[in-house]
């Protein structure tokens, strides 16, 4: 597979990799591990995720995974692709599609993704671009609840011990997720465009921005015992806007973040098909067609809450293992062999 | 045509699904509900309009808590109630004194339901509040809302949804305070008396502001309504005047140590009325600021105390108490500890504007 990215294609597929799902469902996780002090632990999980886009971009010509390292990738994708789709699924049938078969929606929502990955390789890539529009007036949305936060909510802090804070730390991984996609797109993006330096800082504040502001919004409207009842805050502040021409402006927007979702949906599974293809040459469209079967089924099976939460719970220690270990072992092990 | 097409997908998805399609026709909207009676004994009203002879008139039905679903039975309408679109919630004041919380939990659990519904407690039982108003047409639901919007507009009650007494319930540091209604003995109209007092346990706690003592209480919490006009007699001599003011801006200042708070508050008024006149000259000016302010003094320590013994933080001192000043928060129970500390409260205010008249 073939294809050249621009500087802004790339951020933007890594953008969407990494909000897609992820950002309605992690901030009351990680609010209860960390309690008032989510903030300040998520300022650190910020400078982490720079240090880790930095070690990338210094490494990232090392990075030739053989067929072990992609088949784990392509495995770990599998869960997570399972895992976005279930909790969408599961979601949706609680906030807007109540009554109709989550096979179908599950269904339409594969769909697109098949029809895209089925598609040249720049349909997925600049399907992230219908977004673009969007996410502000998501932003705008979320201001018109500045009267009611409380920002003396977000104190006392300093209150954390340690195993509250290595919980917190395994809950913000969910930001993490579609960052090791770094990796490997980074050798498409065009050689006259820079990544290094301001524009990669530029990336890392705009996804800091995105989760900070998430994580400090719901911690100022909602006190800590509400947060522990609500497990999407940020649609909940939503439902709770009135503006005069939307009755439920919640509903528009999980229609947004349904669309995200599909997105982030497609990168991944392009992702995958694009590591396969490394190394299993031919038969595209028909490995396309089999992933997106199972992308159908596998999700069936993970409908209710405690399975959607099941699965998510083991996601950030996969996560930490295919964004660090793996990399870690591809890379040096590459570095030896051209020494 | 492929990427035609491709849109027309992504587009589809913006469409709700026919299952999940309710029609009117399916359902009765309920617009004003109310919960009375005591624990275990709770009895529920919901007003809905129906038509009868081409015309839409409003009815009532019981029920056992706010879910609908205990009042489709004894309804006489071929549809089931919906509170999707609630426009106000009533709670008699014998239900308010217990914790409300539990039977709301249906409110806010159906995403459905819509959170900006008005709230308010009423005196005495729910029937009367649920009959037609005379010389106000049927829509009682449409008065509720218009009452309750002009008094905050006004600056003389607390407009608070669903969502917000939600989050009040469960904050720590502040207690509710909602709009208080009882029936006018002259015009037998419902009629905004003042507000309900909330303690930490969620329970009204039997007191209520009175519409003066409201109106302190919302410049305390520095919400003001589009309108905050108050009323003074001002005396010099022998010489009486009428004195109104409206509150333009307010600026608050608390300083709060581990065995006292001190409130200070800056108000920037305009006067409305004050047939005295001589507000050109320097010295009556300052009169009647100085005037104003030790009223207002006066007004705001009063308000203060009552709520004190109410054992009702309903200003939310306890936000920054709690934020900045752990010794004092952990001293206890914060309703007991706020009605015993000393709080001092200062106003001062500055007149910016005496209208087209000096």
Not at chain 1, 205 to 222: G, K, N
Request: with cysteine; glycine share 6%.
């Amino acid at each position: 597979m073939t294809f050249n990215l621009s500087r802004n294609q790339f951020f933007l597929l890594l953008f969407i990799a990494q909000t897609g799902t992820v950002s309605l469902s992690f901030q009351t996780p990680f609010i209860n591990a960390t309690g008032r002090d989510a903030w300040l632990v998520f300022i650190g999980v910020g400078i982490f995720h720079y240090v880790l886009l930095l070690i990338y971009e210094k490494n990232y010509q090392y990075f030739k995974p053989g067929p072990i390292a992609s088949w784990l990738f392509i495995g770990y994708w599998f869960l997570i692709l399972v895992s976005f789709i279930s909790y969408v699924d599961y979601t949706l049938a609680v906030w807007a599609f109540p009554d109709t078969p989550q096979i179908l929606v599950i269904a339409i929502m594969v769909g697109i993704s098949l029809y895209a990955n089925l598609s040249r390789a720049e349909t997925v890539i600049n399907l992230s671009v219908i977004l673009v529009p969007l996410i502000p007036l998501f932003y705008i949305l979320l201001l018109f609840a500045w009267p009611n936060y409380v920002w003396t909510n977000l104190f006392p802090i300093g209150t954390l011990d340690r195993s509250e804070l290595i919980k917190g730390l395994l809950t913000s991984q969910f930001t993490f997720i579609g960052i090791e996609l770094f990796l490997f797109f980074r050798k498409h993006v065009d050689q006259q465009h820079k990544v290094k330096g301001r524009p990669l800082f530029i990336y890392q504040s705009i996804w800091m921005v995105f989760f900070f502001s998430s994580v400090l919004f719901t911690l100022a409207y909602f006190p800590l015992v509400e947060i522990k009842r609500i497990p999407e805050p940020i649609m909940y502040i939503l439902k709770t806007q009135t503006v005069s021409f939307v009755e439920r402006i919640d509903l528009f927007f999980i229609y947004l973040w349904m669309m995200w979702s599909i997105i982030t949906i497609a990168i991944f599974a392009f992702t995958s098909i694009y590591v396969l293809q490394l190394h299993v040459k031919g038969h595209r469209k028909r490995n396309t067609i089999i992933l997106h079967i199972l992308l159908v089924l596998f999700p069936l099976l993970f409908l209710s809450k405690e399975r959607v939460a099941m699965i998510q719970s083991t996601l950030p220690y996969f996560h930490l293992f295919f964004i660090m270990v793996v990399p870690t072992i591809v890379i040096l092990m590459n570095r030896r062999k051209k020494k | 045509m492929r990427v035609k097409g491709f849109i027309l997908l992504i587009c589809t998805l913006l469409l709700s699904g026919c299952w999940d399609e309710k029609q009117y026709r399916d359902v009765t909207n309920v617009s004003l509900a109310g919960l009375e009676g005591t624990p275990g004994n709770y009895k529920a009203q919901f007003a809905f309009p129906v038509y009868v002879d081409g015309a839409i008139s409003y009815t009532t039905v019981t029920g056992h808590g706010i879910s609908t679903r205990g009042a489709k039975n004894s309804t006489n309408t071929s549809q089931g109630l919906d509170t999707a679109e609630l426009e106000v919630l009533l709670l008699a004041d014998d239900a308010a004194k217990n914790d409300i919380y539990p039977y709301l939990d249906v409110l806010f659990r159906d995403p459905r339901n819509r959170l900006s519904a008005n709230m308010a407690v009423v005196e005495g039982e729910l029937a009367p509040y649920f009959e037609p108003i005379k010389g106000k047409g049927e829509d009682i639901s449409t008065f509720y809302t218009q009452l309750i919007d002009t008094a905050a507009r006004y600056t003389l009650v607390p407009k608070i949804d669903l969502q917000q007494t939600c989050t009040i319930l469960f904050a720590e540091d502040i207690t509710l305070a909602l709009p208080y209604i009882r029936m006018d003995e002259e015009s037998g109209m419902p009629t905004i008396a003042g507000t309900a007092l909330f303690n930490d346990q969620r329970e009204f706690t039997g007191e209520v502001l009175d519409r003066k003592e409201s109106a302190i209480l919302m410049l305390l919490q520095k919400k003001k309504g589009k309108f905050s006009r108050l009323d003074f007699l001002w005396k010099e001599g022998a010489q009486e005047s009428p004195l109104s003011i409206n509150i333009m801006a307010i600026k608050k200042d608390w300083k709060i140590s581990d065995n006292q708070i001190n409130a200070s508050y800056k108000l920037k008024v305009s006067v409305e009325e004050f047939p005295h006149d001589s507000l050109n000259k320097k010295k009556t000016k300052k009169d009647v600021e100085d005037f104003i302010s030790k009223e207002l003094t006066k007004n705001f320590t009063a308000v203060v105390k009552k709520l004190q013994e109410a054992k009702s933080d309903a200003v939310g001192f306890g936000q920054p108490v709690r934020a900045f000043h752990p010794k004092l928060w952990e001293r206890g129970d914060w309703g007991d500890t706020f009605s015993e500390i000393p709080i001092q409260v200062k106003v001062k205010v500055e007149m910016m504007r005496t209208g087209i008249l000096n």
